[in-house]
């Protein structure tokens, strides 16, 4: 069975900084890409980063873009989203996907064929 489960999130003042992990088991995501997005409510669910099977290309939601920084540990099988100024926009679900082979450029969630229960952030102005 395979399981993402993200951690990390919470509340935090705006400005501060937060660190979501993804931790998977069940199947090795080793070569294929992984994604983070989010769900504010109301609102579609969103794309937000993501990163190459390597770790050695990414992509950011221009909304994030030079705040937020995705990285990956295959050792671990293990994604992460660094947030650093936050802001209350970004208060939403976050949730981390595992691709597949069929997840080419990562940034639409039909691509994705596992995922999270998502993790709540909060950012209070």
């Known amino acids: 069975q395979v399981q993402l489960v993200e951690s990390g999130g919470g509340l935090v003042q705006a400005g501060g900084s937060l660190r979501l992990s993804c931790a998977a088991s069940?199947?090795?995501?080793?070569?294929?890409?992984m994604g983070w997005f989010r769900q504010a409510p109301g609102k579609e669910r969103e794309f937000v980063s993501t990163?190459?099977?390597?770790?050695?290309?990414?992509n950011y939601a221009d909304s994030v873009k030079g705040r937020f920084t995705i990285s990956r540990d295959n050792a671990k099988n293990t994604v992460y989203l660094q947030m650093n100024g936050l802001k209350p926009e970004d208060t939403a679900v976050y949730y981390c996907?595992?691709?597949?082979?069929?997840?080419?450029?990562?940034?639409?969630?039909?691509?994705?064929?596992?995922w999270g229960q998502g993790t709540q952030v909060t950012v209070s102005s």
């Open positions: 069940g199947r090795t995501f080793s070569h294929y890409s």
């Open positions: 990163v190459s099977w390597s770790g050695g290309r990414t």
């Open positions: 996907a595992g691709g597949s082979a069929r997840t080419i450029f990562g940034t639409t969630s039909y691509e994705y064929d596992y």
